[in-house]
DNA sequence: GAGGCGTGGAC
DNA sequence: TGTCCAAGCCT
């Protein structure tokens, strides 16, 4: 069925889509689950090179399954929320022992595996297999708020009825090219802050636009602070791990925060999550 | 389902 | 040295 939408956004992507290597036709399966892994709450830019490292280091699952955890999560270098390392490396395992090798090609399939959610799920199977999903991201959820609802926001998480209106306007015939335009179209214009509606190809078919774009309605975005929580201080002592060439003392990572009580907490957490070792007394490292 | 989880660029 | 936010996932 079409949508009045469809032709306008697919005709804009046609004209002012990024050439980005995980898009290319000679791209994998498997790049392509790396890319959207990365690309979770993080920068096209700041992905691209991590991305480009990673593919000539580990081109196929099975490379990255023969290294230790350790050795993902010191090449992730500060793309940040570092468990997407280690996930990506118990993917790579899970699809060398249970998948020979392929990475699954069903939504179903890839759920299973970890940190693969809804979105990613979805995006995997439309990209690298050309299935038809909603692909339901913060850019396509952010879109269709104003151009349908007339919001300038979505809700905090999807609902329900975001789902069925995804689903409802995905088109017969070529699902992943309309899905990767809508998320273009939102990362490129409709963003969240600023958008360019000047240059939007269905401005003068956005209900919010038309509304005269009013501001978001309800309650705060909340806005989180980063100075001075265990985060940062996760972020400092894991990076002291990941830029040593082995195991470091304790005394190194004491140096880099102040706050005792936190610190330890904080290292408690990096152990528990299995992003840190203590390999002898006093020595700790990335997972062997 | 609310909160935790990194990092750095743009204002 | 503040706020917002960038292709989410997990508990």
């Not at 270098?77 to 249970?98: F, M, Q, V």
Request: with cysteine.
């Amino acid at each position: 069925m079409a949508h009045p939408l469809h032709s306008p956004i697919l005709d804009w992507y046609a004209e002012h889509n990024r050439d980005l290597p995980w898009r290319r036709p000679e791209a994998t399966p498997w790049g392509i689950l790396v890319s959207e892994i990365m690309l979770q709450q993080t920068p096209v830019v700041r992905v691209l090179p991590i991305w480009e490292e990673w593919m000539t280091r580990w081109p196929t699952p099975e490379a990255l399954a023969k290294e230790p955890p350790g050795e993902a999560v010191r090449n992730w270098g500060r793309l940040g929320y570092p468990r997407r390392a280690l996930r990506l490396h118990a993917c790579a395992k899970a699809i060398t022992e249970s998948w020979h090798g392929e990475v699954p090609s069903t939504y179903d399939d890839l759920r299973t595996l970890p940190g693969i959610g809804d979105y990613t799920a979805a995006a995997v199977a439309s990209f690298a297999y050309g299935k038809s999903h909603a692909v339901l991201d913060t850019n396509v959820r952010r879109v269709l708020a104003r151009t349908i609802r007339g919001e300038e926001y979505p809700p905090k998480a999807t609902t329900t009825p975001e789902k069925r209106l995804a689903e409802s306007l995905i088109p017969p015939i070529g699902a992943p090219r309309w899905a990767v335009a809508v998320m273009e179209l939102g990362a490129l214009v409709c963003t969240a802050r600023s958008p360019r509606c000047a240059d939007c190809p269905v401005s003068s078919r956005c209900a919010w636009l038309l509304a005269g774009k009013p501001a978001h309605d309800g309650p705060e975005r909340k806005g989180q602070t980063y100075a001075g929580t265990d985060r940062q201080c996760r972020g400092r002592l894991l990076a002291v791990l990941r830029d040593a060439p082995g195991p470091v003392e304790k005394a190194l990572l004491d140096a880099v925060w102040a706050d005792a009580v936190q610190r330890e907490r904080a290292l408690d957490g990096l152990l528990a999550d299995g992003l840190a070792e203590l390999v002898d007394d006093d020595l700790y490292a990335l997972p062997g």
